[in-house]
Every structure is written in structure tokens, then in C-alpha cells.
């Protein structure tokens, strides 16, 4: 099986680095892809100074959706994986990848975080929602078979977080089985800040609740079950902070600014979910996905080309020019 593994970074040179030996060590015949976002910390060089990534793509985008659907769009592999710069795969994580896709389409796996008493990892998370069985993965430790990106179009453009949530949902619309493997582990990096599924605080309220909104709306319509699961998590949130502003770690005037976010986010969620969900009424539900734009990268570093070029016997040759993201928990 051919491998091509796909690592977004922003700003997080080290990290990355760090993330690319453990590929090195642990899957060396794999085609790794880095997308690099306006990066300010050296990363481009760093990478291009690498003989173990095959290409390195730069984007002037800060959102982690167009970082995958770059990567993808250059892929060569009859799989992709998805693997957050700040994530260190196990020495197992390629014998996870076999098993899970001897059985499902998608396979995902847990992502271990560092403790001061020790670890936590993920769960296999699932759903049932308008009748349809979903069941989510990591973003930053996912592989897909590269027929199955093509039915989802890649990930959607709009959304600035919770891609790979949205993603989950099309995935049950289409029939692919998502597959829970152990064995497929990697390990966060313990000087990682925590964030939502695209860099940004779980506590951005307003683009939270967007995204949700977005999401349910575009892949479900603007039905019941949808307004009762956005209102459920709003009044846990909303709770959540209230206890913050009893104990005084928070403000009244700043919970009443999160429930305006809240109810902002929510409107154009909604209404701009209704309206992707009008563009595309095929399964694929992805107006904004990768087929829909080819100006991406603002540079490409491939040594696939270079290698293809010393075979024939000519010069070495680039693309030119010079540009990250993570995942937390997220609701539906």
C-alpha cells in the first residue's frame, strides 16, 4: 500500500520537527507532505533542509481545511493520512493504518495528551443523529482511502473550525464506515496549546457556534433534532459559565458578550448552512471543498520532481516561493 501523509503546520517549527522524525522512524517508505501557512518562525527552511519530506507546499490561507485540501490535492498515495504537526505517531501507528483499512474506508485512532499524572487519549466517539450513525475522528490522526477524499471533495473551506466534525457527518450521508484503531496512536506534543479542530480556542463562542450551526444545517437541514442539539449545547455552555462567573473566574459582562457571540454565530450558521446546503444537493455537501479552487499554494518544493530529474540525468528543479492548525473536542 502506497502512503501519503499529509502534516498542516503553522508557526510550530519545532514541534514540526519533532513530528517529522517520529514519521521518519516509524513509517519511512510513507510520501510525507507538509502544507506550511504564512509561517514566521523558519519553518520553510527548516523543511527544505529535510531529505524525508517529499514536498512542501506553502499557503498564504491560516485555515487548516485549505492546508489539507492543499496536501491532499498534490497526494500521490492510494491513502492519505491526516497528521497535526504537533502530533508524534507511535512506533505501531503503520500497522494500525494496515488493519483499519483491511476493514473500513477511514481510519482514526487516539490521540494521547500529556498529563502531570501521566496521559489521557481519546475515545471512540459516535452519534446518532437524523437517523444517521456518525462517528467522528481526529483530524490530526485520520487516514483515508484516496477515493473515499474524492467523494467528500475534501474538507470544507468555509469553515474555519470543526472540519473534520463536518466531514464525519458526509462521511456517514456517504456510506463510509469510519474504524476506530489502537493501535493507530499518536502523542501530542506536551508543549501544544489546547485548541479546536482549525487553531482556534475551544472559547471563540461565536465561531463555535457558526461552525455547529454550519454543519448541522448544511449536512441535515434546518430541522427539530438540529435546533434542539445547537439550543442543548448553548445551555450547557451558557451554564458552564455562569458557575465560572459565581466562582469569579469570569465576568457578567463577559457572559453576556458570549451569549450575544453565541446568538450572532448561530444566525449566520444557520443561514449560511441553509444556503451551502441549497449550492450542493448531492451527498457530497461541500460547496467550498477542493475542487472548487486551484489557487492554493503559493509555492511548491517538490523533490519528487527532483528525484524523477536526477533519474533522467538533468538539474535539479522547484516550484519556487515561500507560510498550521490542531484539534480539540468539539460538539456534533
Known sequence: MNL????????????????????????????????????ADG?????????????????????????????????????????????????????????????????????ARPLRAGQTADSAERRRIAGRNVTYFAGGNVVFRAGV???????????????????????????????WESDLSVERDPDASPAADGGRPDRDWGWKYRALA??????????????????????GDSTSVARDVVRGAATPTGWVANGRDVLLGTAT????????????????RNPYGLSTRADRAVAKYDRRKDDETDEDGGDDETDGGSGDDGTASQPP
Open 149 to 179: 477524499l474524492e467523494d467528500l471533495d475534501g474538507f470544507d473551506e468555509y469553515l474555519e473550525t470543526g472540519g473534520s466534525r463536518d466531514a464525519a457527518h458526509r462521511l456517514a450521508g456517504l456510506d463510509h464506515e469510519v474504524r
Open 43 to 111: 519553518t520553510t527552511g527548516m523543511v527544505r533542509d529535510r531529505e524525508d519530506v517529499d514536498v512542501l507546499v506553502e499557503i498564504s490561507d491560516r485555515s487548516v481545511n485549505v492546508a489539507r485540501n492543499a496536501g491532499i490535492e498534490v497526494a500521490t498515495g492510494e491513502a492519505v493520512a491526516l497528521v497535526d504537526y504537533d502530533n508524534r505517531i507511535g512506533p505501531d501507528w503503520i500497522e494500525g493504518v494496515e488493519a483499519g483499512l483491511e476493514h473500513a474506508d477511514v481510519v482514526t485512532g487516539p490521540v
Open 269 to 284: 450558521g444557520f443561514s449560511d448552512g441553509m444556503v451551502a446546503r441549497a449550492r450542493d444537493r448531492t451527498p457530497t
Open 214 to 235: 454550519y454543519r448541522l444545517a448544511k449536512n441535515y437541514g434546518f430541522r427539530p433534532t438540529v435546533i434542539r442539539r445547537v439550543a442543548a449545547h448553548a445551555l
Open 4 to 39: 501519503s501523509v499529509v502534516v498542516p503546520t503553522l508557526n510550530g517549527r519545532d514541534q514540526l520537527a519533532d513530528g517529522l522524525d517520529a514519521l521518519s522512524a516509524h513509517a519511512p517508505a510513507a510520501e510525507v507532505i507538509v502544507v506550511n501557512g504564512p509561517s
